[in-house]
């Protein structure tokens, strides 16, 4: 088989490592790629959301089927466009189509979905510049801490947790009337803010039936100790020892079912990944968020403890018989510790040179924002490296994908030497 992977960063990297080695596998292309996924097949110079070119691409190679990696296309309706096209249609999109996309698409949308469903859920609201009047009044019975969320894609950057009342006025008067995160604020959720530990649930579904893949825990804040700003992720664990088998029951009972149902009950056609983002609350899980892709860095530890082979159930997706397919998770511990460019998450230094990467031993070292420069691997985004370790026990696994990442140099490289150490 051949097969297009679409996108650029670790979760991608993740894909195209677990996907090469299926022995379905014919050719594996990657568009865009970075310096790390041609280890694995060739990188194609094409833009996620170019979809004329990708188009293209897949007729003149003969790909049999299209993985796609990061939200934008699918928001954008990638999917959409292939079952549209006389030429594309027979070809399977791991990815679901605009309409179900807009569970990460619209938080507004995937809340009044969840009420409809009767998923846990925080209470909210939703308000626009008309309302804003009523999003104040509605502050004021909130309590404290209170979230605003962005109803559209802001790159990861589009949550606020506000401590005071003024903050949240301000903030709502900023999103609202002055585009504070351009058209994707234009609508804003106001939600009750949960107190807990947050993890995420991954599912594959071919839209009538599911297999619940490792949940994983990532890490967001910059600094050790979970301090500083939120980044898009420094590391991630799977499997998180405070998912019991008692909690996953809850999950799959009480979410991972009615969500699928609630798909199906919507007639809302849905192939692909269904990330969700949970608060453990006491024992009890709630919704944080959907997202229509599989999560990044979770990825990187997710996949690596996947035995059976990922194509062969990408294939059971496609072909609407998922049931039928193997589903072999390892007991191993999988740790990612993710290495960022100086400055990140704000503005961050880029083309430095990358030199260690064959000192890396125990671990694998996904690329997530690295290019080629001649024949020198350099640093193009935020988050450059992601390097993942499995073993028998989590703190080998934690000690060793550390050990990893300072075997590694570029000018400013920055980690956390503390990723998954909270959970031991």
């Not at 510049?129 to 019975?141: I, K, S, V």
């Not at 499997?239 to 019991?244: I, K, M």
């Amino acid at each position: 088989m051949n097969i297009l992977l679409i996108g650029s960063g670790g979760r991608e990297s993740a894909f195209a490592w677990k996907l090469s080695q299926s022995p379905r596998c014919s050719q594996l292309f990657i568009a865009p790629g970075n310096a790390g996924t041609g280890a694995y097949g060739t990188n194609v110079n094409l833009k996620v959301t170019d979809f004329e070119g990708i188009k293209a691409f897949v007729l003149a190679n003969g790909i049999n089927l299209v993985v796609v990696g990061p939200e934008e296309p699918l928001v954008k309706g990638i999917h959409d466009f292939f079952l549209a096209d006389e030429q594309l249609k027979s070809i399977p999109v791991i990815g679901p189509q605009q309409q179900a996309a807009q569970l990460e698409g619209s938080k507004d949308f995937s809340k009044q979905f969840m009420q409809r469903h009767n998923v846990p859920t925080a209470a909210s609201r939703t308000f626009t510049r008309d309302t804003l009047q009523e999003g104040f009044d509605y502050l004021a019975t909130a309590g404290l801490p209170v979230v605003l969320k962005a109803d559209g894609l802001a790159a990861g950057k589009g949550v606020l947790i506000c401590l005071s009342l003024q903050e949240a006025q301000q903030e709502l008067i900023a999103m609202l009337t002055e585009a504070k995160f351009g058209e994707a604020s234009s609508k804003v959720v106001v939600e009750q803010f949960l107190q807990g530990i947050e993890l995420s649930v991954f599912v594959l579904t071919d839209g009538n039936t599911y297999k619940i893949l490792p949940e994983a825990k990532d890490y967001k804040r910059i600094g050790e100790g979970d301090t500083g700003l939120n980044t898009g992720g420094m590391g991630s664990v799977s499997p998180v020892p405070f998912a019991d088998a008692e909690f996953m029951q809850k999950v799959e009972q009480r979410i991972v079912i009615p969500t699928v149902e609630g798909l199906k009950q919507e007639a809302i056609p849905y192939q692909g990944f269904i990330f969700i983002g949970l608060m453990n609350c006491d024992g009890e899980p709630y919704v944080i968020e959907y997202n229509c892709r599989m999560g990044d860095p979770e990825t990187e530890s997710v996949l690596p403890r996947i035995e059976s082979d990922l194509l062969d159930l990408l294939m059971g997706v496609a072909e609407g018989n998922l049931q039928e397919k193997e589903l072999k998770i390892s007991d191993k511990i999988a740790a990612t510790v993710v290495c960022v460019a100086g400055g990140y998450p704000g503005e961050y230094l880029k083309n430095k040179v990358i030199s260690g990467l064959d000192n890396v031993r125990g671990s694998v070292a996904f690329h997530a924002g690295t290019g080629m420069q001649g024949d020198e691997v350099i640093t193009t985004g935020g988050r450059v490296l992601a390097v993942t370790c499995l073993q028998n026990d989590m703190f080998t696994a934690l000690q060793q994908a550390t050990l990893d990442a300072s075997r590694i140099y570029y000018d400013g490289k920055y980690f956390r030497k503390d990723i998954g150490f909270d959970l031991i």
